[in-house]
């Protein structure tokens, strides 16, 4: 028993290892990437867990464990995530933050300067037990005059977390016909004879390197893949050198990597004094080193000036935009214009679809209910059908077999076929296409209603109803009096929670109509039947690209409006109050 | 669970080590040929190509997720209009230089151009048509006007028969009229395209809208079209003209049906004005972020740029050629796909690139709304349009 119980506890703690090994690894990594807001939850949940696990007074929360990672990763992350991203302008040209948008301006944007200079580069390597090794010389030769130059390898100076380099420097050093000093080292140079070309360079020291990769040689080529994967890959993708004259060299894009070109940097850092505040201040700025522009930042992005002197912005990061958002939302006339008609119809649609599949649902509920009904079973499956149909196949057919105004059913063999009536516009006109978008809806929702509603008929004992026709009360006193308080108890509750469902009920509006049809003269995205949900949508992702910060501070309005109001319902209804008794 | 942990953190600590490689997401069929010439990439560079099948409607949603992190593929198979809104986010490199660029035709490589930079290599250029049914429209009756096409379709038309049909709301497929006469989206600069002066509700887009309109008005075109009914339509042979993409073709092929296409080159609006189609592009785009930019770069230029990767991606994906050596090969081969390449390659000599920058995201609903207030009659032309160019300045402002 005791070694039983040892070895599960030790298995436990190995557990609680490995857990707390992986936690912390994952902790480390947000806290390298700067993702502070998910290394706190991480950081909480992981002590939490310990906590529970290690202390014998928490012994009852551990079956809480798996309930409390799901509630931390699943709903509150994704909740605070909402209210951060509400204060930022996160979107389209706004995805990094500023240091790494100041990073990739020094390090990423190059310009060639107005005539470049072009070195054509050999490649030098030391063999080592007929291997190559990643040692190697490297002659840049000047493509104007085939002046010949020498550089060590570059040093490296910066490294990635992974361990590659990101930043290596060199220097570029005159070679004459025998020999060249690199630094503090002086190499004889070995040529052939005919072409006079650089064969071997040998080291005061003894060492050798032999020639062994230049771009433009084919001869060589079949040391490409090691020169690619070990020698640019590793230390000529992000080198430097600097020649005679002090310019830089980097390999050049213009001729896909095959020759060395002097290229500058096309932005750089520079403090200048500023005097727009009360006093002068130094400031750290951007500045185009071409043009020597210094870049002006404003609504979170850079900007720089072209050649015709208009502004353009170079790159946009995130930043706090305070309440921007929430006031857009107040301000903007497109927000604002059809703000209560859309308001109005989301209340309509709600209440409506509730009202509408409730009554349905509960008329085939007490229908079904009926003792003297044959085929229950059957009629039961049947009805549940739209519910089990994904939504996404039947609003199609909906939209394309019953409402469209030529060949759909509805105006084909109904309107026109029986009543020889004018076609109905059903998605063209703004009622109609309300009542269109109603219809489906109810007829999606009623099977949920008819289930809940059929479950609570059943709860309520028979007794009831034997004693009210004792008494001589009629059919209908009995749903009066009887059958529809008591469902009240049991589906109150429900139907509030339909109610806030069918608010955002984003895709039974969308699938149908997509918010249409247009309101005439209309100068905003709005539709006739766009609900609050849809419409902030269209506003947006259907504007400039991807507006997440917008789209955040307009789901946390969402949300209070529909906590609002559910918290209204249950307080009026008092429904809440009967179910919790 | 303890399992499942050690093995999830083995994954994580494995591919912190991974070794230098390009990664590139695709759709299916481009598969076999980008893997063939990652092979010989691998061979002359020793760098492996790995070769990725994502769902082409995944790609461009979870690059804008990986890449921001660091992370993702180094070069990404995709559509042309999502160069704005990538190249905004900085999360495309630009091509340095291209070889033989004077092979490609200009339209594919405006494409891609963005800023005055060029964001991606085509591969590919499709561009939509209108096409007819053969047995209902015989080959000496093939309309050269648009005119004309009215007077057939009306003529044909009966109880059971549609004689013209495409989907008339959608702006995409009505943009060739409307374009035809000179309405323009966002006007053409030096440096890219100006998303403050829109030409959709000029005296040119008006007199296309009214044209669509009167198609309605006439009762040519039923109410209530849309793509759905027109493909079910021609499908089961009940559509005379309808206007579609080269995506459609294979389909009624194999119904049985036997189709023609009529480029928008060869049928007039009004002598010498003919309309001009949307063309999209597809190519190759490089993640600035990706940490072997310079072999993302040789790879997409050296071998997918070269003639035979152009090649290798033609005999996997018959669409339209970017690369004008490449189109004189296969047009000398016949055959009904190479019929359609042809036809639906003429249509596009005379289409525009579908803008790329951003702010086009709000045009198609402005536009759909418009074009279906007039084709309900619930508005004139010039109001609907003027609406929707309102509706798109507010957008983007």
């Given amino acids: 028993m005791t070694v039983k119980k040892l070895i599960i506890l030790m298995l436990v703690i190995a557990f609680l290892a490995i857990f707390n090994a992986f936690m912390v690894w994952s902790i480390f990594v947000l806290y390298m990437d700067g993702r502070f807001s998910l290394m706190v939850v991480l950081v909480i949940l992981t002590v939490m867990i310990d906590l529970f696990v290690l202390n014998p007074k928490g012994y009852p929360y551990r079956y809480m464990i798996p309930a409390l990672v799901l509630l931390f990763i699943l709903t509150l992350y994704p909740m605070y995530y909402t209210f951060e991203v509400a204060f930022t302008n996160f979107g389209t040209g706004h995805l990094f933050t500023r240091q790494e948008v100041v990073q990739r301006l020094l390090n990423d944007y190059f310009y060639v300067p107005e005539d470049p200079t072009e070195y054509d580069f050999s490649i030098f390597l030391r063999i080592r037990d007929y291997k190559p090794t990643d040692e190697f010389i490297i002659l840049f030769e000047r493509v104007d005059d085939g002046k010949e130059f020498f550089s060590a390898r570059p040093l490296a100076e910066a490294r990635d977390n992974q361990g590659n380099i990101i930043s290596a420097a060199g220097t570029l050093h005159e070679g004459m016909q025998n020999n060249v000093e690199i630094g503090d080292r002086s190499y004889r140079i070995v040529r052939d004879p005919d072409t006079q070309r650089v064969i071997t360079l040998v080291a005061d020291t003894g060492e050798a390197y032999q020639y062994f990769y230049a771009p433009k040689d084919p001869d060589m080529s079949a040391n490409a893949p090691h020169f690619i994967s070990e020698i640019r890959g590793k230390w000529l993708r992000n080198a430097e050198f600097i020649d005679e004259a002090g310019n830089m060299l980097r390999l050049s894009p213009q001729t896909l990597y095959r020759t060395f070109a002097t290229i500058e940097r096309q932005y750089g850092l520079r403090t200048i004094t500023d005097f727009s505040g009360q006093r002068p201040e130094q400031i750290t700025v951007v500045y185009n080193r071409e043009t020597d522009n210094n870049l002006t930042e404003r609504d979170g992005a850079f900007f720089d000036i072209d050649d015709f002197g208009r502004e353009f912005s170079v790159m946009g990061y995130i930043s706090n935009v305070g309440f921007r958002q929430f006031r857009r939302l107040l301000e903007d006339p497109r927000v604002r214009g059809p703000f209560f008609s859309i308001f109005s119809w989301t209340f309509t649609w709600a209440g409506l679809s509730v009202l509408f599949s409730f009554v349905m649902g509960l008329a085939l509920a007490i229908t079904l209910n009926d003792r003297l009904l044959k085929g229950k079973k059957l009629y039961r499956t049947l009805l549940i059908i739209p519910w089990a149909i994904p939504s996404f196949i039947s609003v199609l057919v909906w939209k394309n077999g019953l409402f469209n105004e030529t060949y759909g059913i509805l105006n084909r063999f109904l309107v026109t076929g029986l009543f020889g009536a004018e076609p109905i516009r059903w998605l063209g006109d703004a009622f109609w296409a309300r009542v269109s978008v109603l219809m489906v809806n109810t007829w999606l929702g009623f099977p949920y209603m008819m289930t809940v509603c059929l479950g609570a008929l059943q709860s309520i004992p028979d007794e009831f109803y034997e004693a009210a026709s004792i008494d001589g009360a009629s059919k209908v006193q009995q749903f009066g009096r009887i059958t529809f308080p008591l469902l009240m108890v049991t589906i109150a509750p429900l139907l509030v929670g339909s109610f806030a469902f069918n608010f955002n009920n984003f895709v039974g509006i969308f699938l149908l109509t997509e918010g249409g049809p247009p309101i005439p003269g209309a100068t905003t995205p709005a539709g006739s039947t766009d609900i609050l949900i849809s419409y902030t949508y269209k506003l947006a992702f259907y504007g400039r690209g991807q507006d997440f910060g917008f789209a955040s501070a307009i789901s946390i309005i969402i949300f209070a409006i529909v906590a609002g109001f559910s918290w209204l319902n249950f307080k009026v209804s008092r429904s809440f109050e009967e179910v919790s008794r | ?397």
């Fill in chain 2, 1 to 397: 669970m303890k399992k499942l942990f050690v093995v999830v953190f083995l994954v994580l600590l494995l591919s912190s080590f991974v070794s230098a490689k390009l990664v590139v997401w695709c759709s299916e069929n481009q598969v076999p040929a980008l893997e063939r010439l990652a092979a010989e990439f691998e061979r002359d560079y020793g760098i492996e190509v790995e070769v990725q099948q994502v769902n082409f409607g995944d790609i461009k949603s979870n690059f804008l997720v990986a890449a921001p992190a660091g992370e993702g593929p180094d070069i990404i198979v995709g559509a042309h209009d999502w160069v704005g809104e990538l190249a905004q986010d900085g999360l495309l490199e630009p091509l340095p230089f291209i070889p033989q660029r004077d092979a490609y035709y200009d339209v594919a490589l405006e494409a891609f151009s963005y800023g005055g930079r060029l964001y991606g290599l085509p591969y590919a250029l499709e561009s939509i048509a209108i096409i007819y049914n053969k047995d209902l429209i015989f080959e000496d009756e093939v309309p050269t006007t648009i005119a004309e096409l009215e007077s057939i379709a009306m003529d044909i038309a009966d109880d059971e028969i549609v004689g013209f049909i495409y989907d008339a709301p959608n702006f995409y497929f009505s943009f060739p009229f409307i374009a035809g006469y000179g309405g323009y989206i966002f006007k053409e600069t030096a440096d890219g395209l100006d998303p403050t002066d829109i030409g959709l509700n000029n005296e040119g887009a008006a007199k296309g809208v009214s044209l669509i309109r009167s198609w309605f008005d006439m009762g040519l075109i039923p109410r209530g079209a849309n793509y759905a009914l027109m493909d079910g339509l021609f499908v089961e042979g009940l559509a005379a003209f309808i206007v579609n993409g080269p995506w459609a073709t294979p389909g009624y092929r194999d119904a049985g049906i036997d189709y023609g296409i009529i480029p928008f080159s060869e049928i007039e609006l009004e002598p010498g004005v003919t309309p001009k189609p949307f063309v999209g592009v597809q190519g190759f785009m490089i993640n600035s972020r990706s940490k072997s930019k310079i072999e993302a770069v040789e790879f997409v230029v050296n071998y997918m740029g070269s003639y035979r990767g152009q090649k290798a991606m033609f005999d996997v994906e018959r669409r339209g050629i970017v690369r004008s050596d490449l189109y004189a090969e296969v047009e000398a081969q016949g055959g009904p796909e190479i019929y359609d390449i042809i036809q639906f390659s003429a249509s596009a000599s005379v289409g525009t690139p579908m803008p790329n920058i951003p702010e086009m995201a709000a045009v198609w609903g402005s536009m759909e709304d418009a074009l279906n207030l007039v084709i309900n009659a619930q508005d004139t032309v010039q109001n609907a349009l003027d609406a929707a160019v309102e509706k798109i300045k507010a957008a983007i402002d």
